[in-house]
């Protein structure tokens, strides 16, 4: 059973750092795309970086590019996201999801994601 794992979400001040991590674990993470998401309330869930499976490839969207880093650890099926200088806007749920995708390119769209994990939720605020 292919499971996602989120951790690593709380509340934290404007200016502050999080880390996220997910686990992965019942399918072959090293073939697998891993893609963060988030989702505030009243708001679309939004593509906020991806990776591909050999780990070369990154993509973030504007508004966390520069703040954002995404990395992955084959060797323990794990991706984290280190979030720097968090905004207020920042807030939401954070999704980790996954798709079978090739190594050097990877995607935000959220329909192209099979599986998903039950989110962490982030709150900046002072």
């Known amino acids: 059973q292919s499971q996602l794992v989120e951790s690593g979400g709380g509340l934290v001040h404007p200016g502050g750092s999080l880390r996220l991590s997910c686990a992965a674990s019942g399918f072959t993470f090293n073939y697998a795309t891993i893609g963060w998401f988030r989702q505030a309330p009243g708001k679309e869930r939004e593509g906020v970086s991806c990776?591909?499976?050999?780990?070369?490839?990154?993509k973030y969207s504007d508004s966390v590019k520069g703040r954002f880093t995404i990395s992955r650890d084959n060797a323990k099926n794990t991706v984290s996201l280190q979030m720097n200088s968090l905004k207020p806007e920042d807030t939401g749920v954070y999704y980790c999801?996954?798709?079978?995708?090739?190594?050097?390119?990877?995607?935000?769209?959220?329909?192209?994601?099979?599986?998903w994990g039950q989110g962490t939720q982030v709150t900046v605020s002072s």
């Open positions: 990776i591909a499976s050999s780990g070369g490839s990154t």
């Open positions: 999801a996954a798709y079978r995708g090739p190594e050097t390119f990877c995607s935000t769209r959220p329909d192209w994601y099979a599986y």
